[in-house]
């Protein structure tokens, strides 16, 4: 069975940082692409970051790029998500989702990021 | 930034259909494979449709997907209480700088 589990959301002040972390299970790892998709409050949703399948190429949205960082520690199975420098606007659920190329097949329960003053 | 763009809802009595659309452009759906994510209150998306018209093991066919061109359509057939829900289209958009994924802006889907 596929897992996706996410961690380390909390609040910040605007201007910190905060390093999500989502241990994946249930399939092999390397095979695949996997993403971070957010969803603010009351808010639709928005692809943030991934890592695809081929040659392990990372991509941003305009709206994180050179704030945040995605990462991958293969041998433990587990995805990262460097968040710098956050907003207000960064304020979010923030999904650890795996891709099949071109759809997203499984998604993680998800983990609150709150910036705030 | 929602690229996609979708109804903000639909709806209907039960049993009737409903229909959905997302529309894009060549960057986005007209180049690339469109799925559909089905959004339960305070639960995280689940996949409904893939590559267009697929379902995955587990979804009833009462749900079905569509594209052309630069659109594309969800249609939800026997409408049930239980599809109450919010629904999202998504997609590869190429870009320049790279593979970006896009989702559509949502639709509410309610049950009279």
């Known amino acids: 069975e596929v897992q996706l589990l996410e961690s380390g959301g909390g609040s910040v002040q605007p201007g910190g940082s905060l390093r999500l972390s989502c241990v994946a299970s249930?399939?092999?790892?390397?095979?695949?692409?996997i993403n971070w998709v957010r969803q603010a409050p009351g808010k639709g949703l928005e692809w943030v970051s991934g890592?695809?399948?081929?040659?392990?190429?990372?991509d941003y949205a305009d709206s994180v790029k050179g704030r945040f960082t995605i990462s991958r520690d293969i041998p433990k199975n587990t995805l990262f998500l460097q968040m710098n420098s956050l907003r207000a606007e960064d304020t979010a659920l923030y999904y650890c989702v795996k891709d099949l190329d071109d759809h997203f097949d499984y998604w993680g329960q998800g983990t609150l990021v709150t910036v705030s003053s | 930034q929602s690229v996609l763009a979708q109804p903000p809802s639909v709806s209907a009595a039960p049993g009737q259909r409903v229909t959905i659309s997302c529309s894009g452009s060549s960057s986005n759906i007209g180049n690339n494979y469109v799925s559909w994510y089905q959004q339960f209150p305070g639960t995280a998306p689940q996949l409904l449709i893939y590559d267009n018209n697929k379902r995955p093991s587990g979804i009833p066919d009462r749900f079905s997907g569509s594209k052309s061109g630069t659109s594309a359509t969800l249609g939800i057939t026997g409408l049930q209480t239980g599809d109450e829900a919010d629904y999202y289209c998504g997609t590869w958009e190429t870009s320049l700088s790279g593979g970006h994924y896009v989702f559509g802006t949502g639709t509410k889907v309610t049950v009279l």
């Open positions: 249930g399939f092999t790892f390397s095979s695949y692409g």
């Open positions: 890592i695809s399948l081929r040659g392990g190429r990372t």
